[in-house]
């Protein structure tokens, strides 16, 4: 007897329905998978692409100062922030100031010289072809060249401050037990000139000397038990010193209740002197406040034929640049921006470091020639020779073109 396909399918035992599904169930997933997953894998590819040009974007965003710098600069190399901080711009190379020595490096980093110094707070100053380092919590300083050390010496009292001629005649403020304290004046080779110390004008605070090294003035600050009293002294330096000392030569006296420790020279004959607010112009016995004042002074700085006057009008406030011609006129302004970070100036040109860039102003039209945008702090800048600049960051040394 026969009997129909439907009857057969119910004939058999669930289980063998089952198994005989399988194949087919299993053959309809292979053929729709292989297609589905090579979407996937495309779609993850162009997810990963997108990704990391996102990625690489963003890394080069967080670091463009850096890549900016890299790309402009001429030489230079990379340190980290400690070192940074001992570099100062020198020649044509960098002085490395640390606690224990002081060595002359190339603008690549390569040390060309070395000498074993101990110092606990040191400072380094540059004029002309020569830096003084010196132990502003000691009695060591010592002069040095491109080729090596010139001398070391150690003072009489706890070192104050320092000025330095491009002669290498140098002057030193220290501490002197019975006096309010002593300017000491010395030859490149460390020969003792002079010294004086002060009884009756106060404490000598600063000093500088003029640009053809005649004069030494000296900003010094004496109390009436009320109110602060700002002195300066000058000092008249002999060409020929094998025959003469340096020797007393004027006494100034500005109307200001501000201590004045800034001093930055007009011409040979005339020096500005600076507090808090106060600026005043001394020479040729005469002493005049230069009006109006300013609210807020940062710096003062000589070039040639002038000086300007770095100044916001108080805490948190931009900066601006005033520039004054060696007549005492005004020339004009500049606007900076909201941190000075350091600037340099040789002959009538000065360079600022100012927030995020570099600019390049000349001082004797108090006009902006050329700026540089920046994202890495800088510690220090300089000229570096008559077209490039030397850039000391907190990631590196870098010689660029301004």
């Known amino acids: 007897m026969f009997t129909t396909a439907r009857e057969r399918v119910e004939e058999m035992p669930e289980k063998a329905i089952r198994n005989q599904q399988k194949p087919k169930k299993a053959k309809l997933t292979h053929k729709y998978s292989t297609p589905l997953l090579v979407a996937l894998c495309i779609i993850l590819a162009v997810v990963t692409i997108v990704l990391v040009y996102m990625i690489r974007n963003h890394m080069e965003a967080k670091d463009g100062a850096k890549e900016q710098l890299r790309l402009s600069a001429i030489a230079g190399f990379d340190c980290e922030y400690s070192e940074a901080q001992q570099l100062y711009p020198f020649q044509s190379g960098l002085l490395k100031v640390s606690n224990k020595r002081v060595a002359y490096l190339s603008i690549s980093g390569n040390e060309i010289y070395s000498v074993d110094l101990e110092t606990a707070s040191p400072i380094c100053i540059q004029n002309g072809p020569y830096a003084m380092v010196a132990d502003t919590e000691g009695f060591l300083c010592a002069l040095f060249s491109e080729e090596g050390m010139v001398y070391k010496t150690h003072m009489t009292g706890k070192i104050g401050n320092v000025a330095l001629a491009p002669s290498g005649l140098s002057a030193v403020i220290i501490d002197d037990a019975d006096s309010f304290g002593s300017v000491y004046i010395m030859e490149k080779d460390s020969t003792f000139l002079a010294k004086w110390s002060s009884y009756e004008s106060g404490y000598p605070l600063s000093l500088a000397f003029s640009p053809d090294e005649s004069t030494l003035s000296v900003s010094l600050v004496d109390t009436d038990g009320s109110q602060m009293i700002p002195h300066m002294k000058q000092f008249s330096i002999p060409k020929d010193r094998t025959t003469a000392r340096p020797s007393e030569y004027a006494y100034y006296t500005p109307i200001s209740s501000d201590i004045m420790p800034i001093l930055a020279y007009l011409s040979n004959d005339k020096v500005a002197i600076a507090g808090i607010s106060d600026v005043a112009i001394a020479g040729n016995g005469e002493c005049n406040a230069v009006t109006p004042g300013f609210p807020c002074v940062s710096s ?57 860039k570099i600019l390049l102003i000349d001082l004797s039209s108090a006009r902006v020639t050329s700026s540089l945008g920046i994202d890495e702090p800088v510690l220090r800048i300089s000229f570096f020779g008559t077209k490039n600049v030397c850039v000391v960051t907190s990631a590196g040394v870098r010689e660029i073109t301004i």
Do not use: C, T
Request: aromatic fraction near 12%; charged fraction near 20%.
């Open 300 to 356: 003062m700085m000589s070039f040639d034929g002038g000086y300007a006057v770095v100044y916001s009008d108080g805490i948190d406030q931009p900066f601006r640049l005033a520039s004054y011609n060696s007549n005492g006129s005004k020339i004009g302004e500049v606007d900076l921006g909201n941190d000075v970070l350091n600037f340099d100036v040789s002959g009538s040109m000065a360079l600022f470091a100012v927030d995020e």
